[in-house]
T-cell receptor
Framework: NAGVTQTPKFQVLKTGQSMTLQCAQD?????MSWYRQDPGMGLRLIHY???????DQGEVPNGYNVSRSTTEDFPLRLLSAAPSQTSVYFC??????????????FGNGTRLTVT | TQLLEQSPQFLSIQEGENLTVYCNSS?????LQWYRQEPGEGPVLLVT?????EVKKLKRLTFQFGDARKDSSLHITAAQTGDTGLYLC??????????FGKGTRLSVIA
């Protein structure tokens, strides 16, 4: 049981490039989400999904796209990378909806640097 | 927007000392979670508190949920170097996504 798997672990992009951060979970969780973590800013929600075909914006969605075609996968796309998107990105999932008291299961993060 | 304020932001103590970390909000939450994050890893859940006034113990860690369900505290007794990490509180309210505080970075020195 791998849990939440994120790839790649590290990535360096030039300004203007695009890329996709991958996230997969094997726990059959309905809810999946993407956070970014910056020093002194805590975890900020980018986008989330309550099931296949359903996505919604979080606190900081600008510059990012998501889609949820399967229960297992929730990729995060950077359309045109900017230095302000330098951060550590975490994918997280949980069974049921966000109002449940179940734990969020996090991946180990993708460290992205945009030069 | 619901906000969770954590204090202190940084804490450096000697092994064996006690400490308390706070998580405060002006909003009411149906429940509150505490996570610990170690370098290079994602946060891992420590506990969920759901009832106002609830106290939960996890070995040397004691978690309390305020009577009004707006605040919480984490007390560590006789801290060990293995307690070093980033402690995050997260509030749950209805079906909206979790709201995280900015965290308290704890360093326990031998």
């Amino acid at each position: 049981n791998a849990g939440v798997t994120q790839t790649p672990k590290f990535q360096v992009l030039k300004t203007g490039q695009s890329m996709t951060l991958q996230c997969a979970q094997d726990m059959n969780h309905e809810y999946m989400s993407w956070y970014r973590q910056d020093p002194g800013m805590g975890l900020r929600l980018i986008h989330y999904s309550v099931g296949a075909g359903i996505t919604d914006q979080g606190e900081v969605p600008n510059g990012y796209n998501v889609s949820r075609s399967t229960t297992e996968d929730f990729p995060l796309r950077l359309l045109s990378a900017a230095p302000s998107q330098t951060s550590v990105y975490f994918c997280a999932s949980l069974p049921g909806g966000p109002g449940y008291n179940s734990p969020l299961h996090f991946g180990n993060g993708t460290r992205l640097t945009v030069t | 927007t619901q906000l969770l304020e954590q204090s202190p932001q940084f804490l450096s103590i000697q092994e064996g000392e006690n400490l308390t970390v706070y998580c405060n909000s002006s909003s009411v939450f149906s429940s509150l979670q505490w996570y610990r994050q170690e370098p290079g890893e994602g946060p891992v859940l420590l506990v969920t508190v759901v009832t106002g006034g609830e106290v939960k113990k996890l070995k040397r860690l004691t978690f309390q949920f305020g009577d009004a369900r707006k605040d919480s505290s984490l007390h560590i007794t006789a801290a060990q170097t293995g307690d070093t990490g980033l402690y995050l509180c997260a509030g749950i309210s209805g079906n909206t996504p979790l709201v995280f505080g900015k965290g308290t970075r704890l360093s326990v020195i031998a």
